[in-house]
């Protein structure tokens, strides 16, 4: 029997690594007009998924990725992204706790803008909106609230997001700690404040809940289950990462914040959020427990980055003097970060893959982790087949 599965596995790889032979299925390429990086991919996809097709009953093993990376850098965010491309619906149960985080995020992000108002010493346009904030103030953010409860709250937050104060404050964010979803709800707000309203996906990827502890999900992808694990970025729940540290782990799924290159911790106040998921990167890429297992660094949020980099009053220069390209130049900046962290790597035998990415943007993580899970499957196809 063992034999037999030996001689199996033995065809199958031998299968893919000599299809490149194939005269036939290169001129079907050529015809196709794509760049070489594309025919690599496309053929490697299909070759794939023609063995899993063949021997889909001959696997043993499972994928299993941990998704790591410091707070707020999306990991989250990322997890439901592969609920929604793959077809899986949040259950009744779930949409409802979110629900009530939305409105949560809403209340707290009025607050602590009002708050950061009063610090930054913003002058109100309207004398009304003092009398709304002193009323804010007293909201109770803490706790969960139903859309009834909410709905009391909407015309303070109304009158106060419609305010220059509150919008110049908001500008000034990079000076506090604020969820980066607080804009997209607050503009929202007439939809969302309706009694009948249920989050969209949208909605969903935006609603922002900090990670605690350890979090797995399996999706069955090409009849192989993929685990992934969500283990929480702040300072206090890294220490739980160690206990996901084991030769079962397939790949590492690493997400940083691009645009955080101007903004502190929560934790301290003192911190460049850059430079702490920089040193984070640094201890796991480094990390004599992941030899030879893949890396894969998600640079996040370059939506967020772009409007800095866009912005005149954001200069990268200003944290980090050692950069030399144009501070307002969206490549200079990404090609600079992504430089960041790939030099950190002592040994440079150890594969680091790098992609550009939004996660609350679904047809871009769809792009990306199609090339993911290709390289994924390629890289350890012969692990993944029955001994």
């Known amino acids: 029997m063992a034999a037999s599965n030996n001689r199996r596995r033995e065809s199958t790889l031998s299968k893919l690594s000599c299809a490149r032979c194939c005269g036939d299925f290169f001129g079907y390429l050529l015809r196709l007009r794509v760049s070489p990086e594309e025919l690599e991919q496309r053929y490697k996809s299909r070759e794939i998924d023609k063995i899993l097709e063949k021997d889909k009953h001959a696997f043993r093993r499972q994928v299993k990725l941990l998704l790591l990376g410091a707070g707020e850098s999306g990991k989250s965010t990322f997890l439901k992204q592969m609920r929604i491309i793959h077809g899986i619906n949040f259950e009744p149960e779930l949409i409802k706790e979110y629900q009530h985080v939305i409105y949560q995020n809403i209340v707290k992000g009025m607050q602590v803008l009002c708050d950061a108002r009063d610090k930054l010493d913003i002058p109100w346009e309207h004398p009304t909106s003092q009398l709304a904030a002193n009323e804010a103030v007293m909201f109770h953010s803490g706790c969960l609230l139903d859309a009834e409860q909410f709905h009391q709250y909407v015309p303070l937050i109304n009158i106060l997001w419609t305010d220059g104060a509150i919008r110049k404050a908001y500008d000034r964010r ?189 047809q871009n993580i769809q792009v990306v982790f199609s090339s993911v899970k290709d390289t994924i499957l390629h890289r350890n196809l012969s692990a993944l087949m029955l001994q």
């Open 174 to 362: 990079r000076e506090f700690q604020i969820s980066d979803s607080v804009s997209y709800f607050l503009d929202e707000l007439d939809r969302i404040s309706r009694l009948d309203y249920k989050p969209t996906h949208r909605d969903i990827l935006h609603c922002r809940k900090a990670t605690k502890g350890v979090f797995e999900f399996t999706i069955r992808i090409q009849n192989i289950p993929f685990v992934f694990v969500d283990v929480g970025g702040q300072r206090t729940q890294r220490q739980k990462w160690t206990k996901c540290f084991d030769c079962s782990v397939t790949s590492i799924l690493f997400l940083v914040s691009t645009s955080e290159f101007d903004q502190v911790l929560a934790e301290d106040r003192k911190t460049n959020r850059l430079e702490e998921s920089r040193n984070i990167f640094d201890t796991i890429v480094n990390n004599t427990t992941f030899e030879g297992i893949s890396i894969i660094l998600f640079l996040n949020k370059t939506d967020l980055l772009q409007q800095k980099v866009k912005n005149p009053e954001t200069d990268i220069r200003w944290y980090y003097p050692q950069f030399t390209g144009n501070p307002h130049s969206i490549l200079d900046v990404q090609n600079f970060i992504l430089q960041m962290f790939m030099n950190v790597r002592k040994n440079t035998k150890t594969p680091i893959y790098h992609h550009f990415t939004n996660a609350v943007d679904t």
